[in-house]
């Protein structure tokens, strides 16, 4: 569907007034009361004819999402039904033995972060644990720091800290800012299949920092894994403190109702009974048939017009709460992983896909604020507006007027700048960043982003670009292993062409030269400069 200024409401250009706004704003906010949040669609430039052009696939992306939550088999690619919507709603799980699951997980989360609060679950040394290490990867990691640095406050029961990379820098940069306090921290290793690689590395880090603590890792380590796996194995063989189950019919990006998300939140201290209950409201709804009256339908019907249904705008998501920080971060791996396809569900190559970034409001306003108003027209924005400010009484800094006010100003103010030179937008209002908004948040965009998918025909819950690369990395550490073998076999100083040569993989010489580089880089082999960079000469270490 087209969605230059041909197929819009308005003229090239043209913008309407305030009164013309406020009538168009009354027509088409979309208020959910029993949650207090609203989703205002009023400045996005869609025709008259939009929402007749788009009931039929609207019609079709409800049923199919109706079929899902009914337990069909909505990943075909792996033969697996797709469940997150029955972590909140236990009783809509087509099986007994998943609804028994779900709702045995979520009392084991509620038991084992009693147990540790009141110390009955005590570190190693000490009579409480005070901090929380989370190692995951991806939804394993995303969802959970988006969760703590949203709802964290100073009166925390743990302290949460983050691995969620496999950069041995960034890694130690957490330990270090531990330090003695390792010795009070609780470890959560966090893997479906528990082979993640990125995760496994994590871990081993975390257990080499307790070893050299004098510490024992098993006293103070977590699984949440799938049943059987690798890590599932570990935890049982050196006898962790727990496991906690990862579920085949969830996904990563979709796991933030899971032991992911739900027992680092709980063990932080989080209301996670609120936390459910907002995703649980507005999962009820976003059933709603009534398409106006379902904002997770408008939100998904907006990607489409923006983008035409082939993502040509992008999603820029600006937050007025420094707590909502991390949103956008969340959303890129929601929003992009699920929709960013080369096949439809038919087999065509399309390429769908929506990218995703934002920071914060009013910081923003210093950023790139000034290219989305005046530059390339190639996006829409959602701003995100939080009615209440704080919990405490709020400071004035000028007479009536508080630094609340200016947010709020600061966001009116960029809107309505943006409508003056037609860039489109919608505005997604809160009543307060609580377990409870949140939740519903989350499950918004959740929703959105799957009907989202019916309606451009791409299979949004599997990813097998991830999966390439993961592949892609095994090769290089395959190349990695026949080059020092090269090199340790012979004391003659090699150049990357010899080298690959010799490792039998002389078609990769620029991923040998990367990976040469790299080892000489951290002390793990040696070089000596050629005419060029890429003539350099590599060596062993242990050659004279």
């Not at 009141?118 to 991806?138: D, K, M, T, Y």
């Not at 966090?190 to 510490?215: D, H, I, P, Q």
Request: charged letters at 20%; aromatic letters at 6%; glycine letters at 10%.
């Amino acid at each position: 569907m087209p969605t230059d200024d041909r197929d819009s409401l308005l003229p090239p250009g043209a913008v309407m007034n305030p009164l013309e706004l406020w009538d168009r704003y009354r027509a088409h906010l979309c208020v959910t009361e029993t949650l207090g949040i609203s989703l205002d669609i009023s400045r996005m430039r869609f025709p008259d004819d939009f929402a007749g052009r788009m009931a039929a696939p609207m019609a079709g992306a409800l049923a199919a999402m109706q079929a899902l939550e009914k337990g069909a088999i909505a990943n075909p690619d792996e033969g697996r039904m797709v469940g997150h919507y029955w972590l909140r709603a236990p009783e809509l799980a087509p099986e007994p033995a998943m609804t028994a699951a779900i709702t045995g997980a979520i009392e084991h989360i509620h038991q084992f972060a009693a147990a540790v609060h009141s110390g009955q679950i005590c570190p190693e040394r000490g009579a409480r644990f005070e901090q929380l290490l989370v190692v995951g990867i991806g939804g394993s990691a995303l969802g959970p720091q988006f969760i703590a640095d949203a709802l964290g406050t100073g009166a925390d029961r743990l302290t949460p800290h983050f691995f969620d990379n496999t950069d041995p820098d960034g890694m130690a940069r957490v330990i270090e800012r531990l330090g003695d306090r390792l010795a009070t921290t609780l470890t959560l290793v966090l893997s479906k299949s528990g082979g993640t690689r990125e995760t496994r590395n994590g871990m081993l880090v975390a257990e080499a920092a307790y070893r050299t603590a004098g510490l024992s890792f098993a006293k103070h380590a977590v699984a949440v894994t799938g049943d059987g796996s690798e890590l599932d194995q570990t935890a049982t063989t050196a006898g962790w403190l727990a496991r906690f189950p990862m579920w085949d019919w969830v996904g990563g990006r979709t796991s933030i109702f899971s032991a992911v998300g739900l027992l680092p939140a709980a063990l932080q201290g989080i209301d996670i009974t609120a936390l459910i209950d907002g995703a649980r409201t507005m999962d009820m709804t976003t059933r709603n048939t009534t398409v106006a009256a379902n904002p997770a339908a408008l939100l998904a019907l907006m990607w489409h017009h923006a983008g035409g249904g082939r993502g040509m705008k992008d999603m820029v998501v600006l937050p007025y709460k420094d707590r909502l920080l991390l949103f956008s971060r969340y959303l890129q791996q929601l929003v992009m992983e699920s929709i960013g396809k080369e096949l439809d569900l038919s087999g065509a190559v399309v390429h769908q896909g929506i990218a995703v970034y934002g920071n914060k409001g009013s910081t923003d306003q210093h950023a790139y604020v000034q290219q989305l108003r005046d530059g390339v027209n190639n996006f829409f924005l959602t701003f995100v507006e939080v009615l209440a400010d704080q919990a405490d009484a709020p400071l004035e800094v000028e007479p009536n007027v508080t630094s609340g006010d200016y947010l709020l100003g600061f966001m009116l103010g960029t809107r309505e700048a943006m409508h003056q030179n037609a860039r489109e937008s919608m505005t997604l209002t809160l009543p307060d960043v609580s377990p409870r908004s949140v939740g519903a948040l989350i499950a918004l965009y959740e929703r959105a982003v799957g009907l989202y998918a019916s309606l451009v025909n791409v299979n949004a819950y599997h990813q097998p670009g991830v999966e390439a690369g993961k592949k892609a990395a095994t090769a290089v550490l395959g190349i990695q292993h026949a080059v020092l073998e090269a090199l340790r076999a012979t004391q003659t100083p090699r150049t990357a062409e010899q080298v690959a040569a010799s490792a039998g993989v002389g078609d990769q010489v620029e991923t040998v030269f990367k990976v040469l580089e790299h080892l000489v880089a951290n002390g793990r082999l040696r070089s000596t400069a050629g005419a060029t960079p890429t003539s350099a000469m590599y060596m062993s270490v242990s050659s004279p």
